[in-house]
Every structure is written in structure tokens, then in C-alpha cells.
Nanobody
Framework: QVPLVESGGGLAQPGGSLRLSCVAS????????MGWFRQAPGKEREFVAS????????YYADSVKGRFTISRDIAQNTVFLQMNSLKPEDTAVYYC???????????????????WGQGTQVTVSS
């Protein structure tokens, strides 16, 4: 098991920024591929951003490309999602997810992730 806990959500104005954190309690994330997903009310969960197990490759949804950045702090077992230039349509519950080895190359689908956090609410509104 890889317990994941997200934090950093809240209310932001359009054009503002938030940084989400995902902490793995008691376990290193060195060998895990990490992803961020989101689910808005009445919609299906969708991919936001991800990286491969060592962070060398990153992937982004077209809707967030150039605005969001996924990164890691291995020493703190933490994965971040920096969100800039926020839009009202970014409003959703954001989830982080982890996949341990074996990990194939390329962007993983949400069904390939093994562990999920409980989510953190992000609301973008003036």
C-alpha cells in the first residue's frame, strides 16, 4: 500500500495560482510513476498531468499545457502540481495517483494507477 495525501487546494481567483502537494506517507516515490487527475461535478475523472518513475518525462492534458507543472521532491516523498493562470473550468476535485513497477513507457491511463489519494478541492471563482 502507498498512502497518498493531497493538500493545497482551496479557492483561487481566475488568473491566480495554487500549488497542490501529494505526500506518500512512509514510502519513497523513487520507483513510482505519479499522476494528477481531476473530477468536476457531473463529469468523469480526467487526466491532468503525469510523469514517469524518475521524472524524466512529463505529460499534460492539452487543457492545462503551459499553465500546470508536475514536479517531485524525492527527499520529501512529495509530488507537486503547480497551477498557474487558473480558469473557472479548472474547478474540480484533484487526485494524485501512483503506479509501482513494472511501469510501461509512455503516458499511463487512470486504470493503470494502483494507489489514489482522497482528493483536494480546487475552486476557481471571482
Amino acid at each position: 500500500q502507498v498512502p497518498l495525501v493531497e493538500s493545497g487546494g482551496g479557492l483561487a481567483q481566475p488568473g491566480g495560482s495554487l500549488r497542490l502537494s501529494c505526500v506518500a506517507s512512509g514510502r519513497t516515490l523513487r520507483s513510482y510513476a505519479m499522476g494528477w487527475f481531476r473530477q468536476a461535478p457531473g463529469k468523469e475523472r480526467e487526466f491532468v498531468a503525469s510523469d514517469n518513475w524518475n521524472g524524466d518525462y512529463t505529460y499534460y492534458a492539452d487543457s492545462v499545457k503551459g499553465r500546470f507543472t508536475i514536479s517531485r521532491d524525492i527527499a520529501q516523498n512529495t509530488v507537486f502540481l503547480q497551477m498557474n493562470s487558473l480558469k473557472p473550468e479548472d474547478t474540480a476535485v484533484y487526485y494524485c495517483a501512483a503506479r509501482g513497477p513494472p511501469i510501461r513507457l509512455g503516458k499511463l491511463t487512470q486504470w493503470e494507477y494502483e494507489y489514489w489519494g482522497q482528493g483536494t478541492q480546487v475552486t476557481v471563482s471571482s
